[in-house]
């Protein structure tokens, strides 16, 4: 897939995705005189480009023993590197009509390398993440929670995949963990404020963050977590108390609808009161190519996704190391 240099800028609150499609054979056309003839409907879905490493045909796959779920494949060799193929159409519940040239999505995140096979990809899109929705209650329940926004094109719905949701839930061991054997000290309690557009991972993060010994707020997207703050800094600036009376930190998902991770600590590092606020920005994208972006608005760390274990202790470290400097003064 060609690079493309339209999004070198950090915290505009946009995203490019990849626009692919799943084309499903239906039976409206079925008649008696032509029981092979049909029709097909195509869904079409998108993921960010961010997490997309390349493109390719359909490879030769091969079995993986012990494959717990019908939608993996298998595996193939690309430059020397072995990866897992799933079949979104099977993970999804459809059935996918068979095309002449299917294509193969090869991603990267979370440090893991997967790929989906799809009937055929369309093009790149450039958008606010403000035109992005989340989707409703009916999608999450039909896609297994497995959709994230929904993108209104002038002819079409696109459903955004969580993809790492589908990784994590083909191999478990991917997902968010928690290392118990840290003894947690859980007699100096933080208030934290975490946005996430996902609910499992909310609701994970706040249990595993309140073991870790935070008392958590959670929020769905950068505008609701930026309002919150708004409304905090209000507050703290009439009752004439610091804002770490009220907040201790700020654990920002990038990928979210309406305003993302990049865009919010951009707004609260721009802020003169609110900039004293630690950032942790906690993503899959939070990889070497792409770290420089959280770098350049001004995040106070950056943490890959699923260990919340370091999430945990380094927000700590921030916090502390804040609340010493302000002892000192």
Not at 196 to 221: I, P
């Amino acid at each position: 897939m060609a690079q493309t240099n339209i999004l070198l800028e950090a915290g505009t609150n946009e995203l490019e995705i990849v626009e692919f499609f799943i084309d499903e054979p239906t039976a409206s056309s079925f008649t008696a005189d032509a029981p092979e003839a049909s029709g097909h409907y195509r869904g079409y879905y998108g993921v960010n480009v961010a997490k997309v490493l390349e493109i390719i045909r359909l490879p030769k796959v091969t079995a993986m023993p012990e494959v717990s779920h019908p939608s993996v494949m298998g595996a193939f060799n690309l430059r020397n590197h072995i990866i897992p193929l799933v079949d979104l159409s099977i993970w999804l519940d459809k059935q996918r009509q068979d095309t002449a040239s299917p294509k193969v999505i090869v991603t990267e995140f979370n440090n893991v390398t997967s790929s989906f096979l799809v009937s055929g990809v369309t093009r790149i899109h450039r958008m606010s993440w403000e035109s992005v929705e989340p989707p409703n209650r009916y999608v999450s329940k039909m896609s297994g929670d497995s959709i994230t926004g929904v993108v209104k094109l002038e002819d079409r719905i696109v459903f955004l995949l969580d993809l790492e949701k589908i990784v994590a839930d083909l191999n478990p061991s991917l997902g968010l963990r928690l290392d118990m054997s840290i003894e947690w000290n859980s007699s100096s309690r933080y208030r934290a404020l975490v946005a996430d557009d996902s609910v499992l991972v909310r609701e994970m993060l706040k249990d595993l963050l309140n073991k870790a010994g935070f008392d958590v707020t959670a929020v769905q997207n950068g505008r609701e977590a930026w309002e919150l703050l708004s409304q905090i800094k209000e507050k703290s600036e009439a009752e004439h108390q610091p804002l770490s009376n009220f907040v201790h930190c700020m654990v920002a998902d990038i990928e979210m609808p309406a305003m993302d991770g990049h865009n919010l600590t951009k707004r609260i590092k721009d802020d003169p009161v609110l900039r004293e606020l630690p950032v942790i920005l906690f993503s899959s994208l939070i990889t070497d190519k792409l770290r420089h972006k959280g770098e350049a608005v001004g995040a106070d760390d950056q943490i890959s996704k699923p260990d919340v274990s370091q999430l945990a202790m380094r927000a700590k470290a921030l916090i502390e190391r804040k609340l010493g400097q302000k002892t000192a003064a």
